[in-house]
């Protein structure tokens, strides 16, 4: 089996190639990494070949394509064999084909032998490469074949070496000796072992460092900086743009606008750091940050607060950012949490004019809750909607989802929201775990204030995952909505009544899914919505109504059965009401027309 692996700024690609027979099975799958609510599509297509020529042709559309610097290439084998040497002679060939040197970042060897890592070397782009990490290369290891691939480069190449192996014997050791002559090329050395045989630091030349850690041994240049020779200056480039011309542009309104209409966040906020004069230009401007998707998560733990912001651009363009807490640094616990993340949410968004397609705000509770944690919990959202609340006009966004304990948290945000472009509510659980285990008693979460907004009522979709809503159904005002997934505390046969008759009304409406834990439904049902069009021994039951005027029904499924997850589980009961059209089915038994 071959996978190859993808990873751009917005999505990761990941695509399996396995023997089928003669053929060969590949799987294709693409995972949104920037989403609370993680999902992902899987394709499979059979080709007529052997799965390694398949994988070959594909790896090398994509190198022969590839014109950006990489800023990693990984090869990993899980075992040696034939498959493996052919794809590394292959995977040479492609390198040698390119017209261009391959320009990568780091290059990580993972269970390769030296030699097929150091063929492929002298292949890649020398201004570009920056780091060389080879991971337990297939044993025995040569450290003369490092030696020898090091010493064969051509002038240009500068980077940081970091292998890792899992002994060193005497006779490695005189040849890790001879590295020392490699400082025009190996800014830094780091060499990881195990374990280190008889005397082998005795015979370790003098410039080199050796100590023990926990995972074994460490061996490393002294005095790094000592033993770099002087890198090879680059030929200056001469601009005739006298100060006055830049000046002229950077601080003209007019100028700058054309200009900033051409970039993002990012390349915006780089600009705003050149000086007073470009800051206050931007200021001016307000140029639109154009981004697609803004997602601040806060962990509690230990009594601090880690927050992290992951945001992407409408190019694809995506950056993260973590808030953490070192010692001896600028900023302590309070202030990044109090100060730094909302800080760059109101300095990312305060000119986004464009409609966002999802803002999220994430709160996780560890499970060692506390008073400081429940108090914290608030503090995040609180800010946020007071962010909010002072912009000139609402934030336009599609979809908004806050991972939350209770609807004062989400009050906070949603009424801030442009109701206007508002698509999507969704609320979500701050627990990584059940609370039930860990003895924390769940509070209801009542939904009777958010269900009175114009954001709520204007909202199309609502999901509310793992919470369980103690607001009566009837009193949720959720009719308008074209499409709805909740868990709530107790559904009866007169909100089922009450559901049917108005959902057939609805215009909007395609798709509820009600989950709940406990029943008031009996044998009134009939009596109030008519006897079911299929019963399955009362404990699934299937119910068609045909809506007024129109070609489509309202499919009804009422699932009492207790059926267990993969963790032993009882799931929840629940009721889906399905908008279906009439597609030529026959329709036997009670069949209510309204």
């Not at 040849?175 to 830094?188: A, P, R, T, V, Y």
């Not at 309104?253 to 966040?265: D, G, Q």
């Not at 399955?536 to 109504?545: H, I």
């Amino acid at each position: 089996m071959f996978e190859l692996e993808c990873n751009s700024a917005s999505n990761v690609h990941i695509i399996v190639y396995e023997r089928n027979g003669i053929f060969t099975l590949i799987t294709c799958r693409s995972a949104q990494n920037l989403r609370l609510d993680n999902t992902s599509e899987q394709k499979e297509l059979v080709v007529p070949q052997h799965f390694l020529d398949v994988f070959l042709e594909d790896l090398e559309t994509v190198l022969m394509n590839q014109e950006t610097v990489l800023k990693l290439f990984h090869i990993s084998w899980e075992e040696t064999g034939i498959y493996d040497a052919n794809c590394v002679l292959c995977l040479e060939e492609i390198l040698k084909a390119r017209t261009s040197a391959l320009a990568v970042n780091a290059f990580l060897f993972n269970r390769t032998t030296v030699s097929q890592g150091m063929s492929m070397i002298r292949y890649l782009n020398s201004e570009e490469l920056n780091n060389l990490i080879f991971v337990y290369p297939l044993e025995p290891v040569s450290f003369e074949d490092f030696l020898e691939g090091f010493r064969s480069l051509k002038e240009g190449y500068r980077f940081i070496l970091e292998i890792h192996v899992n002994t060193i014997a005497r006779d490695d050791v005189m040849k890790i000796n001879e590295f020392s002559s490699l400082s025009g090329i190996i800014d830094k050395l780091t060499i990881n072992s195990k374990s280190l045989e008889g005397d082998c630091r005795a015979i370790l030349s003098d410039k080199f460092d050796s100590e023990e850690d926990p995972f074994g041994w460490v061996i490393t240049f002294k005095n790094p900086s000592l033993m770099k020779t002087p890198a090879k200056e680059k030929t200056p480039i001469i601009c005739d743009v006298c100060e006055k011309s830049v000046r002229s542009v950077f601080g003209n309104p007019l100028l700058m606008k054309s200009i900033l209409e051409r970039l993002e966040c990012f390349d915006i906020q780089r600009l705003r750091k050149v000086n007073r004069m470009v800051r206050e230009c931007i200021d001016t401007v307000k140029p639109n940050p154009h981004i697609e998707t803004y997602l601040i998560s806060i962990m509690f733990a230990d009594g601090s607060n880690l927050p992290r912001t992951d945001i992407e651009l409408e190019s694809g363009d995506r950056k993260e950012v973590l808030y953490l807490t070192l010692e001896n640094q600028l900023y302590d616990s309070d202030q990044a949490r109090k100060s730094l993340c909302p800080n760059d949410f109101e300095e990312n968004l305060k000119h986004q004019k464009s409609c966002i397609g999802e803002l999220t705000i994430g709160c996780g509770w560890p499970r060692e809750l506390g008073e400081y944690v429940k108090v914290t919990n608030k503090e995040y959202p609180f800010k946020i909607g007071e962010i909010l609340r002072r912009r000139e006009h609402p934030l336009r966004t599609r979809k908004f989802s806050i991972g939350c304990s209770s609807q004062t948290e989400v009050m906070e945000i949603l009424p801030a929201i442009d109701k206007e472009f508002l698509k999507s509510i969704n609320i979500l659980s701050p627990f990584d775990f059940k609370p039930e285990e860990e003895g924390i008693e769940e509070l209801p979460f009542e939904v009777d204030q958010l269900s009175q907004t114009e954001q709520w009522k204007s909202a199309e979709r609502l999901i509310f995952k793992y919470w369980d809503i103690a607001t009566p159904i009837q009193e949720m005002n959720i009719l308008h909505f074209a499409y709805l997934k909740v868990l709530v505390s107790n559904v009866s046969s007169q909100d089922v009544d009450y559901l049917q008759t108005n959902l057939l009304e609805s215009s909007t409406f395609q798709k509820f899914k009600i989950s709940f834990w406990q029943s008031a439904i009996d044998e009134s049902i009939h009596q109030l919505i008519g006897e079911p069009y299929r019963n399955f021994s009362n404990l699934k039951k299937v119910w068609y109504f045909r809506m007024k005027n129109t070609d489509y029904y309202i499919h009804i499924v009422l699932d009492m059965r207790d059926v267990k997850n993969e963790e032993g589980d009882l799931k929840p009961k629940s009721i889906i009401f399905t908008r279906v059209a009439n597609k030529g089915r026959f329709l036997k038994g009670p069949l209510r027309i309204c």
